[in-house]
């Protein structure tokens, strides 16, 4: 499962809208992501310290432009399915007699651009290594035209998903679900989180294997199938990481399918749990019932925390969690649902409603589901509920 042509297509057409209402002549990307977003670039997860370079133009065919080591890994073969033209610079720092970032403005210009006004995304993997300026500077210092930074024209694109994207990351959650659904049955007293996350891991990647076609690896981490669960747990647990009755438990899970994510969060105890469990359970379970049915458009990020916030420090804890953040080509992406946030929820928003309940000594109760925002409200994409409660089969 992957995104087509047409969608790869219809983002670079909106980006020149974009472009074309700002009064720029063409967008610089360098953030492996944007270019993924707008261009299939198939070498995304080659980025390493190379940068690869992906340009928007109003007058030009979009070009890609990659390290010869990336280059040559393609074997000729084309490195994205839309773009026109690719063209290979020698090596990062330098490229020839120039450094990269030098080389890159050269081609800008050799694609009519010089003396123009372009957008610059910012520095997505800054290098710090005392010699090489922040890539971004370097491009507005050799560029022989205007530049802006224009980090935020893609990444507000991205907020909003479309039909292509929401079929990839309601799979996505859908294992991600399964993956909790799989711990939660193999969770036994004496075994070690380890054990236990490994053998979910293989049950669950057996079934993406055997159940979905054409797997692209995950934008974030490179790895080919989601089933990539991690679980913590609290109090006297963190430190063994054994399994042990009466100890509280967070089985936090995520799944990647054609580069987009799912998270399924669920917390719960083996045995029985203590009255005072209850009660810290009840108060989690509340917050993030009542912060997920705030949920619909045209409400913004800090409505949203403020539900959860007021139903913990009115029980008389303290507020430790934000209620999300957006869930796509990042498992943790804009908008950031978090205290003060002014950012209006849109249709098309995939968030995560995750607030909870800590106290030190005692452990921590919150839960996690993936939702999205849509006209009339909200469409809840991580449903299974299996161990929504205090006893862990």
């Known amino acids: ?31 492996p992501l944007s270019i993924y977003y707008t261009m299939g670039n198939k070498g995304f997860h080659l980025h390493w310290e190379r940068p690869v370079f992906g340009v928007i133009s109003l007058d030009h065919a979009p070009v890609l432009m990659v390290a010869n080591d990336v280059y040559g890994h393609s074997e000729g073969k084309a490195l994205s399915p839309v773009v026109c033209e690719v063209r290979p610079y020698q090596e990062y720092p330098y490229s020839g007699t120039m ?18 006004t372009i957008g610059v995304e910012d520095n997505f993997i800054p290098i710090q290594d005392g010699v090489c300026p922040p890539w971004y500077n370097q491009i507005a210092a050799a560029f022989r035209g205007t530049v802006h930074r224009g980090g935020d024209l ?33 969770i036994e007293p004496g075994l070690t989180e380890q054990q236990v996350a490994t053998r979910a891991r293989a049950i669950v990647a057996g079934r993406m294997y055997a159940e979905l076609e054409d797997i692209v690896p995950s934008l974030s981490g490179g790895r080919i199938v989601g089933g990539s669960p991690y679980m913590y747990a609290q109090s006297e647990l963190r430190e063994e990481r054994v399994f042990r009755p009466g100890v509280p438990i967070i089985i936090n899970c995520g799944a990647t399918v054609g580069a987009y994510h799912g998270e399924s969060e669920r917390c719960g105890i083996i045995g029985d749990p203590t009255p005072r469990q209850r009660e810290l359970f009840d108060i989690a379970m509340e917050c993030e019932i009542e912060a997920r049915d705030a949920v619909k458009a045209g409400v913004t990020c800090g409505e949203i925390d403020q539900v959860a916030k007021d139903i913990v420090t009115g029980a008389g804890f303290s507020y430790w969690y934000g209620v999300g953040h957006g869930v796509g080509l990042l498992g ?44 009339e409200g909200h469409e809840i994409l991580t449903p299974y509920d299996g161990i929504h409660r205090l006893d862990l089969p």
């Open 99 to 116: 450094t990269t970032m030098e080389w890159a403005a050269r081609m800008l210009e050799d694609m009519g651009l010089k003396g123009r």
């Open 154 to 186: 893609v990444a507000k694109m991205r907020m909003i998903k479309d039909e292509e994207e929401l079929v990839l990351v309601r799979k996505a959650c859908h294992y991600a679900d399964l993956m909790v659904k799989t711990i939660s049955e193999l």
């Open 332 to 375: 943790h992406e804009p908008p950031w649902v978090r205290e003060h946030n002014p950012m209006v929820l849109e249709p098309g928003m995939c968030i995560t409603i995750e607030p909870g309940l800590h106290v030190h000594g005692e452990g921590s109760f919150h839960c996690s589901e993936t939702v999205l925002v849509t006209a």
């Open 1 to 31: 499962m992957r995104l087509s042509n047409d969608f790869f297509c219809r983002k670079q057409e909106a980006v020149k809208e974009e472009l074309a209402q700002r009064n720029w002549d063409a967008l610089l990307m360098m953030n």
